[in-house]
C-alpha cells in the first residue's frame, strides 16, 4: 500500500518511519527539496495547489493524508474527487477557522473560553465589556505556534491590536487563568472503533510547545475522552485527532484541535504500545488499532531553532533523539527528545536535564 502525503516536515518523517515496518510506501507532494521527510519516498516537488502533481498524487496513493491543517479546502476536494482523503475534508474546514471551530465545541456541548466573532474595530470595543480583560485577539485563519494573536490588557489596547492583526476577520477571547494545559489524542477507525492515548501536559512559551509529559491515570481522563468522542463522531473522523484544553480547577475548557498527528504525543514514539503516527496509519488504513498502553513515565522536549550536541544528548540514559534533518533557524522545531523510564524519580531527573540542554541551544 502507497500512503500519500500533503507536507513533508517532520511529522510526515516520523508517519514515513513509522510505516516501514508495516510494509508501506510513502509518496510525499512538497514544494522544499530538502523538507525532512522527502528521503523517506517519492518527492512530488512544487506547489500544493498544482492539479498536475495532485492529480500524480492521488493516481499513485491508496490512501492520501496530510500533516498540516492549513490544507486548502478546494485541494482536499479535489483530491477526494480522484482518492481516499484522510481525515475529512469537513474537518479541515472546522480546524481551519477558529470562529466556526468554536460554534462547533458549542454545538457538542464543549465548554470553550467566552469568544466573539470580531470583523471589524467597533466589533471588538462592543465584544470587550462581555469578555472582560485581558483577553486574546486572535486571526480566525492561519494561525499556528501562537502567530496572529495579540493580547488586550486595556482599552488602549484595541486599535494598536486590531491593526497588528492587519484587520483579518478575527476572534476575540477571555483569557483563560489554567492551572495546566493538556491535550487528548485519539484515533478513530472507518468501523467508528476508537481508542484514547492518557493526556499530555502541555508547556508552552511564547506560543510554541517546550515539553509535553504523559499524564497516566489523570483525573480529567474521561472528561478529556468523552470531549473528543463527541468530536470524533459527529465528523464521522477517520484517523487520529489531537484536541487541546485548559484545566481550569479540573474543568476541561477546549481551546482548539487538530486533524492530524500531533507534536504533543511525539512521546508516543517510546512511551506506548503503539505511536500516534502507526495509530493514525492503522486508521486510514482501515487495520485494526494498536493498544495505546503506556510504558512506564514518559515525555518529550521539542528543540526550537537549533540542537546543542547530540553527544551530549546520547549520552544521558533512557532518552531518544529525533533530528528532523532541518537546518537550524529562529523559532523552527529541528528535533525532539523522548524520555521514558519506569522510576518516576529518575524521569524528572532525566526530563530536567533534556530541557537544561534545551534552554541552552534555544533559539526561539
Ligand atoms: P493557540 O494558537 O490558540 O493554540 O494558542 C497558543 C497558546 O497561547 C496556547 O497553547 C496557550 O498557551 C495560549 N492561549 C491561547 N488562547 C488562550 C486563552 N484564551 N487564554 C489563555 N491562554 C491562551
Same mark, same amino acid.
Given at each position: 500500500?502507497?500512503?500519500?502525503?500533503?507536507?513533508?516536515?517532520?511529522?510526515?518523517?516520523? %508517519?514515513?518511519?513509522?510505516?516501514?515496518?508495516?510494509?508501506?510506501?510513502?509518496?510525499?507532494?512538497?514544494?522544499?527539496?530538502?523538507?525532512?521527510?522527502?528521503?523517506?519516498?517519492?518527492? @512530488?516537488?512544487?506547489?500544493?495547489?498544482?492539479?498536475?502533481?495532485?492529480?500524480?498524487?492521488?493516481?499513485?496513493?491508496?490512501?492520501?493524508?496530510?500533516?498540516?491543517?492549513?490544507?486548502?479546502?478546494?485541494?482536499?476536494?479535489?483530491?477526494?474527487?480522484?482518492?481516499?482523503?484522510?481525515?475529512?475534508?469537513?474537518? @479541515?474546514?472546522?480546524?481551519?477557522?477558529? @470562529?466556526?471551530?468554536?460554534?462547533?465545541?458549542?454545538?457538542?456541548?464543549?465548554?470553550?473560553?467566552?469568544?466573539?466573532?470580531?470583523?471589524?474595530?467597533?466589533?471588538?470595543?462592543?465584544?470587550?465589556?462581555?469578555?472582560?480583560?485581558?483577553?486574546?485577539?486572535?486571526?480566525?485563519?492561519?494561525?499556528?505556534?501562537?502567530?496572529?494573536?495579540?493580547?488586550?490588557?486595556?482599552?488602549?489596547?484595541?486599535?494598536?491590536?486590531?491593526?497588528?492583526?492587519?484587520?483579518?476577520?478575527?476572534?476575540?477571547?477571555?483569557?483563560?487563568?489554567?492551572?495546566?494545559?493538556?491535550?487528548?489524542?485519539?484515533?478513530?477507525?472507518?468501523?467508528?472503533?476508537?481508542?484514547?492515548?492518557? @493526556?499530555?501536559?502541555?508547556?508552552?512559551?511564547?506560543?510554541?510547545?517546550?515539553?509535553?509529559?504523559?499524564?497516566?491515570?489523570?483525573? %480529567?481522563?474521561?472528561?478529556?475522552?468523552?470531549?473528543?468522542?463527541?468530536?470524533?463522531?459527529?465528523?464521522?473522523?477517520?484517523?487520529?485527532?489531537?484536541?487541546?484544553?485548559?484545566?481550569?480547577?479540573?474543568?476541561?475548557?477546549?481551546?482548539?484541535?487538530? /486533524?492530524?498527528?500531533?507534536?504533543?504525543?511525539?512521546?508516543?514514539?517510546?512511551?506506548?504500545?503503539?505511536?500516534?503516527?502507526?495509530?493514525?496509519?492503522?486508521?486510514?488504513?482501515?487495520? /485494526?488499532?494498536?493498544? &495505546?498502553? &503506556?510504558?512506564?513515565?514518559?515525555?518529550?522536549?521539542?528543540?526550537?531553532?537549533?540542537?546543542?550536541?547530540?553527544?551530549?544528548?546520547?549520552?544521558?540514559?533512557? &532518552?531518544?533523539?529525533?533530528?528532523?534533518?532541518?537546518?537550524?533557524?529562529?523559532?523552527?522545531?529541528?528535533?525532539?527528545?523522548?524520555?521514558? &523510564?519506569?522510576?518516576?524519580?529518575?524521569?524528572?531527573?532525566? %526530563?530536567?536535564?533534556?530541557?537544561?540542554?534545551?534552554?541552552?541551544?534555544?533559539?526561539?
Amino acid at each position: 500500500m502507497k500512503i500519500g502525503i500533503l507536507g513533508g516536515g517532520q511529522l510526515a518523517r516520523m %508517519l514515513a518511519l513509522s510505516g516501514y515496518p508495516l510494509g508501506l510506501e510513502f509518496i510525499i507532494l512538497d514544494p522544499s527539496s530538502d523538507a525532512g521527510a522527502v528521503g523517506l519516498g517519492e518527492h @512530488l516537488q512544487g506547489d500544493y495547489n498544482d492539479k498536475a502533481l495532485l492529480t500524480e498524487l492521488a493516481e499513485k496513493a491508496d490512501v492520501v493524508t496530510y500533516e498540516f491543517e492549513n490544507v486548502p479546502a478546494d485541494v482536499a476536494s479535489f483530491l477526494s474527487q480522484h482518492t481516499q482523503v484522510y481525515p475529512c475534508a469537513n474537518a @479541515l474546514a472546522v480546524a481551519q477557522d477558529r @470562529l466556526v471551530e468554536k460554534n462547533f465545541f458549542h454545538q457538542l456541548n464543549i465548554p470553550t473560553a467566552p469568544f466573539a466573532n470580531i470583523a471589524s474595530l467597533e466589533d471588538l470595543q462592543q465584544a470587550m465589556p462581555t469578555i472582560g480583560y485581558p483577553a486574546i485577539l486572535k486571526s480566525r485563519r492561519m494561525g499556528y505556534d501562537g502567530k496572529g494573536q495579540v493580547v488586550l490588557k486595556t482599552e488602549n489596547d484595541l486599535s494598536n491590536a486590531w491593526e497588528s492583526v492587519q484587520g483579518v476577520p478575527s476572534i476575540v477571547e477571555g483569557f483563560v487563568n489554567f492551572q495546566r494545559e493538556v491535550s487528548i489524542l485519539a484515533a478513530r477507525s472507518p468501523q467508528g472503533e476508537i481508542v484514547y492515548y492518557p @493526556l499530555s501536559e502541555n508547556q508552552h512559551s511564547q506560543g510554541i510547545l517546550r515539553v509535553s509529559t504523559c499524564c497516566s491515570d489523570d483525573p %480529567l481522563q474521561q472528561q478529556a475522552q468523552d470531549y473528543v468522542s463527541y468530536l470524533l463522531k459527529k465528523l464521522d473522523y477517520i484517523g487520529l485527532i489531537a484536541l487541546e484544553l485548559f484545566d481550569v480547577e479540573g474543568e476541561l475548557l477546549a481551546n482548539e484541535f487538530a /486533524p492530524r498527528v500531533h507534536n504533543s504525543g511525539h512521546w508516543t514514539i517510546e512511551g506506548a504500545e503503539t505511536s500516534q503516527f502507526e495509530n493514525h496509519l492503522r486508521a486510514i488504513l482501515d487495520l /485494526p488499532l494498536g493498544s &495505546t498502553a &503506556t510504558r512506564g513515565f514518559t515525555g518529550m522536549v521539542n528543540f526550537i531553532g537549533d540542537i546543542s550536541d547530540s553527544k551530549q544528548l546520547l549520552a544521558i540514559e533512557n &532518552t531518544h533523539l529525533h533530528l528532523y534533518d532541518k537546518s537550524p533557524r529562529k523559532g523552527r522545531k529541528v528535533a525532539h527528545v523522548s524520555i521514558r &523510564t519506569d522510576d518516576a524519580q529518575q524521569f524528572t531527573r532525566t %526530563l530536567q536535564s533534556v530541557v537544561d540542554l534545551a534552554n541552552e541551544s534555544d533559539n526561539s
